[in-house]
């Protein structure tokens, strides 16, 4: 494993997001979506930092990923959600990576009749992409590694670090071969 950003450079990524989020308010409050579980370090490192008045949903996503590193099928839980009709809505996620979570919950949103949806990202993979939107706010780019921490974990673990990191392939393949001798 090795550290990609520290926990300094996060904390400046996420100031920087609050301000560009700060700086394109609209008259009403802004209503905060954050997808559980990835995204609660930026939720709540980002929340303190807007200006309110800030509302705050979560909302549960997963792509089954397990010990793979590729998504699988899509899997969204929305009935945490007050009703949204009207709302300046900002969805808030750890990492865009083919971008169907965030995709899918935008169009959701939408369709629950929220006046604007926009999405950020703490993270966005290079060359990941499969779908035709990008994001409004993004505060690193980073190479298309498998990374943890600061929320975001590898089959549950090492969502604790204070910074994020990269797994290298040999990380990958010892946790999983591990997880496959403890059947499953
Ligand atoms: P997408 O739908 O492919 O964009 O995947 C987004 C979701 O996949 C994120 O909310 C994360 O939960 C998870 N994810 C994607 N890449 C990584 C990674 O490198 N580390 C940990 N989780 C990831
Ligand atoms: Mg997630």
Request: proline share 4%; net charge negative.
């Amino acid at each position: 494993m090795r550290m990609l950003l520290s926990s300094a450079q996060l904390a400046e990524g996420i100031e920087r997001l609050a301000a560009e989020v700060g700086g394109d308010t609209s008259e009403k409050p802004l209503t905060v979506i954050g997808v559980l579980t990835g995204s609660i370090m930026v939720v709540a490192d980002l929340i303190r930092r807007l200006e309110g008045p800030v509302q705050l949903n979560m909302v549960w996503a997963s792509s089954y990923r397990g010990t793979a590193t590729s998504p699988g099928r899509l899997d969204l839980r929305l009935d945490l959600l007050p009703d949204l009709a009207g709302h300046d809505v900002l969805v808030v996620d750890d990492i865009f990576d083919s971008g169907r979570t965030m995709q899918a919950l935008m169009e959701e949103l939408r369709q629950r009749g929220a006046a604007r949806v926009r999405s950020l990202v703490l993270l966005r993979k290079q060359g990941r992409a499969e779908v035709a939107m990008e994001p409004d706010f993004v505060g690193f780019d980073i190479p298309d590694a498998f990374v943890v921490g600061y929320g975001l974990d590898f089959d549950g673990l090492w969502r604790h670090l204070p910074y994020l990191a990269a797994l290298d392939d040999d990380d990958i393949a010892r946790h999983a071969s591990a997880a496959a001798g403890a059947g499953g």
